[in-house]
């Protein structure tokens, strides 16, 4: 009854605006700051008893990401560092719908507890940390509050980027096999092997042509909670990496006119970052798990090399080392699209690379349930958020290569390069700096410079439109999204038009987070991969009308 009353106070001070609707979707709840308090307290209820079910530490991170400032949300992050399983968005759309009112909720909570057979004094941990918007402090507070009512201990990590909290909350839950449980902790295990992987190759390299300077690196980092992040990098890896940074958020606003959705957007520099004589530039987002690499070639052309480069680029030197290592046959590994994956990537990780590719419907909790079928899976969707799983098997049989003396030395260096690579990669979710430290890691092992990565293949042009229609949901899909079962006729269509161009590919789906239908097209001109939508866009406004 006293946790009742305490929660009638903490609903009482941030009461639910009449009219909201609010869902739990891909990015957990998501929308204006001031208009998030009241859900804060039911997703703090909601984190509780998922940790007295799960008898595990469960995370609650405070962002909005790539969102303006105004924005903010919250996520809840599993055991083992992934995002909550969908089992339990039922729950928190439940909790979300319900009246302001503390007996309906009180009601709910009791009925679900039995549910879950679960008491209100069980144990139960939060981690809570939050990204540098004005509104994260007050909205974690209150997570903090609503938890603590049934009987949870909160860790408040404060400032964190999302990747980071993913990261503490897994090796809070393992005992630390994964890592140990703090930012220090978080730094150590990344800077510590790329320093292992790269000081080997720099220590060959100046034998041969005299002392290499640090690789350079311009990064804007949106004006966000990376900024402060990435001063530990550069000070741990300065005689490696000289990292400048760029909207630090000193001057600029959080994701305005920077920030990596930018510059994939809109295909140009940021705001706040000259373009001046880098060799390198990076654009993370607003809680740093996503990266966009960028440069300016010797014609001025500008060039990104987005989500799709990161996977071709992480499975060629991963797929070299198994092959050095004389451990491909043993293991097995895998890349995961989704349908935007440029066609030109699919073919050379297929094609070139000899790498199976699974595509999965858009959106990182299906890319990464896809990459658990791997020994190896390799994801990133095209915005620049991915990362590598390594399944037990795989991380044993390249333990046993290192200890087995019957190997050459060469593979067992391979085998220890691979092992050290593993620990740069943070497998519970897309995080800039991990990929960062990893891509940089890549591309001195394998002697590649950034044209050298762009030249690895050449993207087919292709061309996204949003087409606004009456009701999206007219429009439904079947094989990961590539094919239209709804309205009828509309894939006859689609496939008719395909078929008159060369290289062609297209596909129609709803948007999962706006209003509106995506048209994709791609073809060996960027005037037929436009044509090609146009045309597909007036097939999909005449099928709906
Ligand atoms: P929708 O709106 O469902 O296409 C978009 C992005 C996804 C993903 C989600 C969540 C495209 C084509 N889609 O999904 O990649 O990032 O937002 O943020 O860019
Ligand atoms: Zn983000």
Redesign the pocket.
């Known amino acids: 009854e006293f946790a009742k009353e305490k929660l009638t106070t903490l609903m009482l001070e941030y009461p639910k605006p009449s009219g909201i609707i609010l869902g739990y979707g891909?990015?957990g709840f998501r929308t204006r700051a001031d208009i998030l308090p009241w859900i804060m307290i039911r997703i703090g209820l909601l984190a509780s008893l998922r940790s007295k079910v799960k008898k595990a530490c469960i995370g609650a991170m405070i962002t909005a990401s790539h969102n303006p400032e105004h924005d903010n949300g919250v996520k809840l992050i599993d055991p083992y560092g992934e995002m909550l399983d969908q089992s339990w968005e039922v729950y928190a759309n439940n909790l979300s719908s319900l009246d302001d009112n503390i007996h309906v909720l009180w009601d709910y909570l009791e009925t679900l507890m039995t549910q879950l057979n679960v008491q209100l004094n069980d144990k139960s941990t939060v981690a809570i940390a939050y990204d540098t918007r004005q509104s994260s402090p007050l909205l974690s507070n209150i997570v903090k509050n609503a938890a603590e009512i049934l009987n949870t201990n909160i860790m408040n990590f404060e400032l964190m980027t999302t990747p980071q909290l993913h990261y503490t909350v897994r090796c809070y839950n393992d005992n630390e096999l994964y890592g140990s449980c703090t930012e220090a902790g978080y730094f150590d295990k990344i800077c510590t092997a790329f320093r292992k992987l790269i000081e080997a190759r720099r220590y060959n390299l100046c034998m041969t042509s005299g002392a290499k300077p640090a690789e350079q690196l311009a990064i804007d980092a949106a004006n966000g909670i990376g900024a402060q992040k990435l001063v530990y990098l550069n000070q741990r890896l300065s005689d490696l990496l000289t990292i400048e940074i760029f909207n630090d958020g000193t001057k600029g606003h959080l994701n305005e006119k920077c920030g990596a959705d930018y510059v994939k957007l809109y295909q140009k520099a940021p705001d706040g970052l000259p373009l001046t004589n880098y060799p390198k530039y990076c654009s993370i987002d607003g809680d740093a798990d996503r990266l966009i690499y960028y440069f300016i070639d010797e014609n001025q052309r500008f060039h990104m090399l987005d989500g799709d480069r990161f996977s071709v680029l992480f499975a060629s030197f991963i797929s070299n080392k198994l092959k050095e290592a004389k451990l491909m046959d043993q293991v097995k590994m895998g890349v995961i699209q989704t349908a935007?994956a440029n066609g030109s990537s699919t073919n050379y990780i297929v094609n070139t690379m000899n790498v199976p590719v699974a595509c999965v419907p858009?959106?990182v909790k299906h890319l990464h349930h896809k990459a658990l079928d791997y020994d190896i899976g390799i994801y990133f969707?095209?915005?620049g958020h991915g990362t590598v799983l390594f399944s037990d098997n795989l991380k044993s049989k390249v333990k046993a290569a290192i200890e087995d003396q019957n190997r050459t030395d060469e593979e067992r260096l391979a085998a220890s390069q691979l092992r050290v690579f593993i620990d740069i990669i943070n497998e519970t979710v897309g995080d800039a700096l991990a990929d960062l430290l990893a891509t940089e890691a890549i591309l001195c092992l394998m002697n590649l410079s950034i044209e050298g990565w762009l030249h690895l293949y050449n993207d087919l042009p292709q061309r996204q439109l949003k087409v606004a229609i009456k009701d999206r949901t007219m429009i439904q899909t079947t094989d990961a999204e590539r094919r239209c079962i709804a309205p009828a006729h509309l894939q006859d269509c689609i496939d008719e038009l395909v078929s008159k161009y060369s290289s062609g590919r297209s596909f129609v789906r709803p948007?999962?987070?706006?209003d509106i239908v995506?048209v994709y097209a791609e073809a060996t001109t960027q005037v037929d991969a436009d044509k090609l939508a146009d045309d597909i866009r007036k097939i999909v406004e005449e099928l709906t009308k």
């Open positions: 891909t990015a935007y858009t959106g969707e095209a915005n948007s999962g987070t706006e995506r």
